[in-house]
């Protein structure tokens, strides 16, 4: 019914910059809040960013002040600038979003993830 597509990912070095784009597809009504999660190896997923369909962002500690979360609503799309990256970034990153489809039912819907390293 829904479908989030991520990309961006990839090999950084500490101190650089990626950005992640998650795409959303489908029987979409509207999208509520958005936003993306990590899981490092051997940990826990846990939030990152969230933005409400407002525009509201509310970050994790860790990320406050590197990273920025926006969204394009026309374009159904999420994006996560990541800056001055660090190591302990490193994570699988996925995205979230909470939709309302046409048949006016609510979803949660995860994407795949992208893999992001932070490495020198």
């Known amino acids: 019914q829904v479908q989030l597509v991520e990309s961006g990912g990839g090999l950084v070095q500490p101190g650089g910059s990626l950005r992640l784009s998650c795409a959303a597809s489908?029987?979409?009504?509207?999208?509520?809040?958005m936003g993306w999660y990590r899981q490092a190896p051997g940990k826990e997923r846990e939030l990152v960013a969230v933005?409400?369909?407002?525009?509201?962002?509310n970050y994790a500690d860790s990320v406050k002040g590197r990273f920025a979360i926006s969204r394009d609503s026309a374009k159904k799309t999420v994006y996560l600038q990541m800056n001055s990256l660090k190591p302990e970034d490193t994570a699988v990153y996925y995205c979230?979003?909470?939709?309302?489809?046409?048949?006016?039912?609510?979803?949660?819907?995860w994407g795949r993830g992208t893999l992001v390293t932070v490495s020198s």
């Open positions: 489908g029987s979409i009504f509207s999208i509520n809040t």
């Open positions: 933005i409400s369909s407002g525009g509201s962002g």
């Open positions: 979230n979003a909470e939709a309302t489809l046409t048949s006016r039912s609510t979803v949660a819907v």
